[in-house]
Structures are given as C-alpha cells and as structure tokens.
C-alpha cells in the first residue's frame, strides 16, 4: 500500500442532514419532479461550493428530494440551467466529461465499500462501487452495475441546442435496495431511525457557442478547458467527494418519524479519530514513519472529546478510543477504515 499523506481538509464538522420519508405511492418514473408522489419530500438546502465557505455560491440552483419504500431508495434533483448540453451516450463513460449530477452512497458509513453515480442529461449512466477512497488506494469497480436501476431526465428547454429557452433539467433515480444492501451493515437495508451517509455533486463546465454547438470554453494561456465548478449538497472543505467521513446524514424515517437529526456523540468521536487518520498519514509522508506520540497530532487550539491511544509498527498505525457510553471502542487504521468493537 502506498501511504501518501492525505490531505487534511478546512471546515468545521457539520455534515448537512435530511430527514428521508417514505413514498406513498409507486413511482411513474418521467425525470419530472413536480408531481404528487414527490409532494411529500422536502427539499435539501440549495448546493454550496465543494469547499464551503472558501468560495462563492454557485451561480446555478441544484437541489434535492429523497424518498423511500420497502424496495427503493428515490430520488430527485432540479438544475437550473440555461444551456443545456450532453455528449456522453455509453454507459459507464466517464460522465463528469459532461455536465452532471452525481450521488454518493456509503451504507456504513465507514468510508470504505461505497457507491458513486453519475448521470448527464442524456440519461447515460456511470455506476460504480469503492473498495476505498483512493486516497487510501481504491480501486473503483466500473463493472459493478446497480441491478434494477430505474432512471429518467426531463428537459425544461431544449437538448444541445445553443439559443433555445432553456430553464433547468431534472432527474429521478430509483436504486434498489436488494443492490445496494451489498454494502450496508449486516447486508441489510436501512430500518426506520437509520442513517446512511449521502452527498450530491454537479460537475458543471465553462462552455460557449461555436459551429452551432456547446464546446468547453479553452483557456488561451494554458490551451486547456478551464476547470469545472463542483456544487454540493454537504460542503467537503476540499476539492474532492471522496471523503465519505464528510458527507451528509441521511435518516429513514417511518410514519411515526423521526422528525429531526442531532449528531450523535459517536460521530464526534469517528470525526475526531478520522483526524488523528490524517495527521498521522501525514506525518508518515513527512518523516518515513508513524508515531505514538498522540500530542503531535492534537493541537491546544482545539476541543477534542477523546483520549485516544495509538498503535504502530513499521507500516500499520491503529487509533482507538471509547464510545460514547464507555461500552465499546472506535477503531481507525492506516487504511482509513473506521470500526466498532
């Protein structure tokens, strides 16, 4: 394994969260999201920048809707746009290539064993799954597919056509959960009162008219297209969604509720570990070696409300530290994979 550092990223921990209900009703699948099924469902908060704060807001309005039964997980997305254009039409292609929407799924929430999706407004499809952020070495499984998957987009405007009045394009998904149950603990779907850990992405590129067509505006001191805006749901303080640590929480709620979300204590706890992860990556990167010595990586600056312990040998590091009812221990290793035990 190639223990590069990792970097560490800049926002305060405070994951956005929704409280997910269930459908009452099928969903006719049409890419339309003003319609009775959807009614229900809030919407998410407004995309931010992928990294907060250090950035302005973005110029286009994405958002989200969440759903969910005893077969799917739903979902719907509006983006605001005035030039709507796609490329892609294979399956699988690299769908960020385009402007996109993307959804992030990690069942666990132990940031490894996750799902990615991506779709453009033609309706093609990227599905894969993460063995592991690659930060911590990956790889991603392009030929794993969501099994039943139902998708549709919706056009308010007109498709790859410059000059047209166009006004946003919209999406649903429907993902089973007989497919993606493969990750989630015990291989199970999510009970009422759970949580699973979700973010949402829009890649959207710089383009212009030319021949006719959209084209990516090129940078004519560089020769290359200047590079995309990531706009999200939960803010990741880095310019990269594969910090599954950051996403947001979302909660399955019955008929009875719940009807709101505080973090639980045992997140801070997994927040504070992933960390101590970080710094310690880091200090291998710099000095060839891992450390024990805890105080290296907790700054006086900062609260911590653990009193970790770390392990070494030449190339492994563990960090444990009690839940928050004393029970049991929160594990992270060099690998970024976070347990209970």
Same mark, same amino acid.
């Given at each position: &394994?190639?223990?590069?550092?990792?970097?560490?990223?800049?926002?305060?921990?405070?994951?956005?969260?929704?409280?997910?209900?269930?459908?009452?009703?099928? =969903?006719?699948?049409?890419?339309?999201?003003?319609?009775?099924?959807?009614?229900?469902?809030?919407?998410?908060?407004?995309?931010?920048? %992928?990294? @907060?704060?250090?950035?302005?807001?973005?110029?286009?309005?994405?958002?989200?809707?969440?759903?969910?039964?005893?077969?799917?997980?739903?979902?719907?997305?509006?983006?605001?746009?005035?030039?709507?254009?796609?490329? =892609?039409?294979?399956?699988?292609?690299?769908?960020?290539?385009?402007?996109?929407?993307?959804?992030?799924?990690?069942?666990?929430?132990?940031?490894?064993?996750?799902?990615?999706?991506?779709?453009?407004?033609?309706?093609?499809?990227?599905? =894969?799954?993460?063995?592991?952020?690659?930060?911590?070495?990956?790889?991603?499984?392009? @030929?794993?597919?969501?099994? @039943?998957?139902?998708?549709?987009?919706?056009?308010?405007?007109?498709?790859?056509?410059?000059?047209?009045?166009?006004?946003?394009?919209?999406?649903?998904?429907?993902?089973?959960?007989?497919?993606?149950?493969?990750?989630?603990?015990?291989?199970?779907?999510?009970?009422?009162?759970?949580?699973?850990?979700?973010?949402?992405?829009?890649?959207?590129?710089?383009?212009?008219?030319?021949?006719?067509?959209?084209?990516?505006?090129?940078?004519?001191?560089?020769?290359?297209?200047?590079?995309?805006?990531?706009?999200?749901?939960?803010? &990741?303080?880095?310019?990269? &969604?594969?910090?599954?640590?950051?996403?947001?929480?979302?909660?399955?709620?019955?008929?009875?509720?719940?009807?709101?979300?505080?973090?639980?204590?045992?997140?801070?706890?997994?927040?504070?570990?992933?960390?101590?992860?970080?710094?310690?990556?880091?200090?291998?990167?710099?000095?060839?070696?891992?450390?024990?010595?805890?105080?290296?990586?907790?700054?006086?600056?900062?609260?911590?409300? %653990?009193?970790?312990? %770390?392990?070494?040998?030449?190339?492994?590091?563990?960090?444990?530290?009690?839940?928050?009812?004393?029970?049991?221990?929160?594990?992270?290793?060099?690998?970024?994979?976070?347990?209970?035990?």
């Amino acid at each position: &394994m190639n223990l590069n550092g990792v970097p560490e990223p800049k926002l305060e921990y405070a994951p956005k969260h929704y409280i997910c209900k269930r459908a009452a009703e099928p =969903l006719l699948i049409d890419g339309c999201v003003d319609k009775p099924f959807w009614a229900a469902a809030d919407w998410t908060e407004d995309f931010v920048d %992928i990294e @907060g704060d250090l950035r302005p807001r973005p110029a286009k309005r994405t958002r989200v809707k969440m759903l969910w039964d005893d077969d799917y997980f739903y979902f719907a997305a509006e983006l605001m746009e005035d030039q709507i254009w796609a490329t =892609l039409t294979e399956r699988d292609s690299v769908i960020f290539y385009d402007n996109d929407f993307e959804i992030f799924i990690d069942p666990d929430g132990d940031s490894h064993h996750y799902y990615e999706f991506e779709i453009n407004a033609l309706n093609t499809v990227w599905d =894969l799954l993460l063995i592991k952020p690659y930060r911590d070495g990956g790889p991603p499984v392009n @030929g794993w597919d969501i099994s @039943g998957l139902l998708t549709a987009v919706h056009i308010d405007g007109e498709l790859n056509k410059p000059g047209a009045s166009n006004r946003k394009w919209s999406l649903e998904a429907a993902m089973p959960w007989k497919s993606l149950r493969e990750c989630a603990a015990e291989a199970k779907p999510p009970a009422n009162g759970e949580f699973w850990r979700v973010n949402f992405s829009r890649v959207e590129w710089q383009a212009e008219e030319q021949d006719g067509e959209y084209r990516k505006v090129v940078n004519p001191d560089t020769g290359k297209h200047y590079p995309e805006d990531n706009w999200v749901w939960s803010p &990741m303080g880095i310019v990269n &969604m594969h910090y599954p640590e950051l996403w947001g929480y979302v909660v399955f709620a019955g008929e009875d509720g719940p009807e709101s979300f505080e973090l639980p204590p045992d997140e801070r706890i997994k927040w504070e570990l992933r960390k101590l992860y970080y710094r310690e990556r880091n200090y291998f990167a710099s000095h060839g070696n891992f450390t024990s010595d805890v105080k290296r990586f907790m700054h006086d600056d900062e609260h911590w409300v %653990i009193k970790p312990v %770390i392990e070494t040998t030449s190339s492994l590091f563990q960090i444990s530290a009690p839940s928050a009812d004393g029970h049991s221990r929160f594990c992270i290793r060099e690998d970024g994979k976070l347990w209970k035990e």
